[in-house]
């Protein structure tokens, strides 16, 4: 675990690591924007899974409204 911290202060401290903790802080902010995205498309899917059974229980019932 020493090891580890002692990588990571290193390379916080160079400037690759400065570039790297900028990529990962990307990553984390694309990753986010993506898990919150992916409610709103869910729901989207939802929705026409829910209109497409209730339009296909209708049509078994007979209810289809055309003659």
């Known amino acids: 675990m020493k090891k580890l911290k002692k990588l990571l202060l290193r390379l916080w401290r160079e ?36 209109n497409y059974a209730s339009n296909l229980k209708s049509l078994a019932k007979g209810g289809g409204g055309e003659d």
């Open 15 to 50: 400037q690759l690591g400065q570039d790297i903790a900028e990529y990962v802080l990307v990553m984390v902010l694309i990753t986010l924007f993506a898990v919150a995205s992916l409610k709103n498309v869910s729901n989207g899917i939802n929705k026409v899974y829910s």
